[in-house]
């Protein structure tokens, strides 16, 4: 499985982005998806994450009611809709994919990665 992330930028504090990750290659089956982001100096972190159907969708404390994760199976393509973003959301984002619908469990395919910059 190959994962193609896209939408970073530079915004100001306080704007909006939507970031897009789309699966190509092997994704027959169903399976999670998930971003995570890393700030220069700092560990990967998890964001958010979302099963098949899309019900089932998991956020960091840090991205609770600002981010809105969400996908479109008939486009292989997960989401990640970024609101009031705050100088300390700076980092660059990954899209990841699991072999299995666990939203929660550990994610097997990473994409290259996308920078957002936000400035105060």
């Known amino acids: 499985v190959q994962l193609q992330a896209s939408g970073g930028g530079l915004v100001q504090a306080g704007g909006s982005l939507r970031l897009s990750c789309t699966a190509s290659?092997?994704?027959?089956?169903?399976?999670?998806m998930a971003w995570f982001r890393q700030a220069p100096g700092e560990e990967r972190e998890f964001v958010a994450a979302?099963?098949?159907?899309?019900?089932?969708?998991y956020y960091a404390d840090s991205a609770k009611g600002r981010f809105t994760i969400s996908r479109d199976n008939a486009k292989n393509t997960v989401y990640l809709q970024m609101n009031s973003l705050k100088p300390e959301d700076t980092a660059v984002y990954f899209c990841?994919?699991?072999?299995?619908?666990?939203?929660?469990?550990?994610?097997?395919?990473w994409g290259q990665g996308t920078q957002v910059t936000v400035s105060s």
């Open positions: 290659g092997r994704t027959s089956g169903s399976y999670a």
């Open positions: 990841a994919a699991g072999r299995l619908d666990d939203a929660l469990g550990g994610f097997d395919y």
């Open positions: 979302i099963n098949w159907s899309g019900i089932g969708t």
